[in-house]
Each structure stands twice: as structure tokens, then as C-alpha cells.
């Protein structure tokens, strides 16, 4: 029997979690969505035949699994509105959200649930994510397993041992992605400076960053060496990154992480 999955939001990342499921082989019909923004609730039902649904309780009711998918900021009121069911049905939990913690979460639901911290990326919807994964103390062997073979659908899974590291799970691979976006934003845009034509330059910035990818993932070799492989002496890869060093590019990058870990550390605390 195919699980039934409730997601509760519908919006970015649930897409991405629902297009890879769906593309994957689970059960539209056992994939039920609450959302409450017409145009993405019937966008979900019209591009992958789940049951969309405009109000959280109704998506819920009879899911053996809930993701929590809405913004940090609206978490709470959201557990709160489904504590009587979750108190009566006793699923097994997943939130997606960035900062959010399981005790937090337990607390809103009426406590004693079973809650998994889940924080996967937007390549899920290509099936090419990863997702962090932490659950708490009630969660049991059989929804461990249950939460990573969920996600385990959409790219692999990684548990974390210390639920305070997940923020930095966070910072690296949730928010990451943004990163290569923008690092293809500068790329492009510097090669159109350069005199490249727009189309050119996107095409070649593209393939760079998927064969580099495809590099670092498929050969056993560290970044740095397979970046030592790049850079000819007094040729023209050192030159950039001469320059990307004299600028202080590993600090910002390292700073850029912390400040994202911070803000998931303050996303927890101004709920609690
Ligand atoms: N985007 C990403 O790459 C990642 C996001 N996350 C986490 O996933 C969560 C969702 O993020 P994201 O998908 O980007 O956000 P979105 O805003 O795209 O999606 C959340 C959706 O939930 C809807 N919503 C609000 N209240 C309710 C409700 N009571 N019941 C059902 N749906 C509701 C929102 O509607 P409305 O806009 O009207 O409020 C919105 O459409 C966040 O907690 C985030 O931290 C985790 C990993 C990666
Ligand atoms: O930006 C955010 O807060 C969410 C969490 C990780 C990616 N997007």
C-alpha cells in the first residue's frame, strides 16, 4: 500500500518534494497538499494529480505522514490549529522548516509525537537533493525509516546527531543552492562584460558549474586538487583566483554560512 503523505503548504519546497515523489512513481492520490493560494493549490493538482486541499486539517485527516511545509514564521499556528487531530491520529511528523525545532514543534502539537527534522533542497525536485535529517526522542526505528525513505526518494539522506547542527545543515545545503544561482548570475553577467553574447555565456556557465559538480561527485579527488588540475602556473585560472583570494573570497563565503546558521538560530528562538 502506498503511504499517504499530507503536505502541509504547498508552495517552493513542497513542489519540489511532491514533483520528485511524483516522478518517482508514488501515488499521486496518496499525496494530499494544503494550500491555501488557489493559483499554486490548483498548479499542484494540475501538474501532478494530487489532492489539493484549501485548509490544513482537511489535507491532514487520515495521513500516516504530515510535512510541515509553511514559512518559520506561521509554524506555530499551524501545529496549533492541527494539535487536536495530530493528538487523536499520532502521525509521524516531518518539517522542512529552517529553524524550527522538534521540541518546539512537539510542544504545539499537544506533545508526545513523533517528530523528524528534515531539511532538504530545491534540486529534489529533480530528484538531485540531499536532506539533513534529525528526529526526536518518540520517533521510533519504523518512522526513522519511514522519514529517510521519504526523502531518500528525492536524493540522499544524512542524519545528524546533534538537532543544534541542523542549522548549519541549513546554511550549507538548504539555503546552498542560492549560492550556485547567484555565483551563475555574477558568472554569466561577467562573461556578457567580457563580450560574450547573453545566450553564450549562459550556456557555457551552465555546463561549467554541472561538470564541475559532476567531477567533484563522481572522482574520489578533494575540490582542491581537482581545482589544482584547473590552474596552469602563471596562466589564466590563476589570475582569477589570485584575484578572488586578494578579495577575500573564502572569508565572505565563511561568513555568509555563519550569518545563515545565525538566522536559523534566531527563527528558533523568536518562537519559542
Ligand atoms: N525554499 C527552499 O529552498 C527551502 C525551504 N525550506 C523550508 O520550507 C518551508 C517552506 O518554504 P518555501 O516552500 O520556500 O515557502 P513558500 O512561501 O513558497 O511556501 C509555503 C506555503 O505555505 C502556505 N501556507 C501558509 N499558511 C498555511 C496554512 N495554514 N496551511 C497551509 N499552507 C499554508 C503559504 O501561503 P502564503 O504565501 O499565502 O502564506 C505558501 O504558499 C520553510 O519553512 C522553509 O524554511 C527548507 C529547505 C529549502
Ligand atoms: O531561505 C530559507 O530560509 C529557506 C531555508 C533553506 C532554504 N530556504
Not at 528534515?118 to 520517533?139: D, V
Request: include cysteine; charged fraction near 15%; hydrophobic fraction near 50%.
Amino acid at each position: 500500500m502506498t503511504l499517504s503523505i499530507a503536505f502541509i503548504g504547498g508552495g517552493n519546497m513542497a513542489r519540489s518534494l511532491i514533483g520528485g515523489l511524483a516522478s518517482r512513481g508514488h501515488k499521486p492520490a496518496a499525496l494530499h497538499v494544503a494550500e491555501p493560494v488557489d493559483s499554486l493549490r490548483e498548479g499542484l493538482q494540475s501538474d501532478f494529480g494530487v489532492a489539493a486541499y484549501g485548509s490544513a486539517a482537511a489535507a491532514a485527516d487520515g495521513a500516516a505522514v504530515w510535512v510541515l511545509a509553511v514559512k518559520p514564521q506561521v509554524m506555530r499556528a499551524v501545529c496549533e490549529e492541527l494539535a487536536p487531530l495530530a493528538q487523536a491520529q499520532h502521525p509521524l511528523v516531518i518539517s522542512v522548516a529552517a529553524g524550527i525545532g522538534t521540541r518546539q514543534l512537539d510542544q504545539w502539537l499537544g506533545g508526545g509525537q513523533a517528530v523528524v527534522r528534515a531539511m532538504p533542497n530545491t534540486p529534489a525536485l529533480l530528484g538531485a537533493g540531499i536532506t539533513g535529517l534529525f528526529a526526536n526522542p518518540a520517533t521510533d526505528d519504523a518512522g526513522r525509516e519511514r522519514s529517510a525513505a521519504l526523502l531518500h526518494a528525492v536524493g540522499p539522506t544524512v542524519w545528524i546527531d546533534d538537532e543544534a547542527r541542523m542549522d548549519a545543515v541549513t546554511a550549507v545545503s538548504g539555503s546552498g543552492p542560492a549560492y550556485v544561482f547567484l555565483l551563475a548570475e555574477a558568472m554569466t553577467a561577467a562573461g556578457i562584460r567580457q563580450g560574450l553574447a547573453p545566450e553564450a555565456a549562459q550556456a557555457l556557465v551552465t555546463q561549467t558549474l554541472l561538470g564541475a559538480a559532476t567531477m567533484l561527485s563522481q572522482l574520489d579527488e578533494p575540490a582542491e586538487v581537482l581545482r589544482a588540475r584547473v590552474t596552469s602556473p602563471g596562466g589564466t585560472t590563476q589570475a582569477a583566483i589570485e584575484t578572488f583570494e586578494a578579495g577575500g573570497f573564502r572569508a565572505l563565503v565563511d561568513s555568509a554560512i555563519a550569518a545563515a546558521t545565525e538566522r536559523g538560530r534566531q527563527l528558533s528562538a523568536a518562537h519559542d
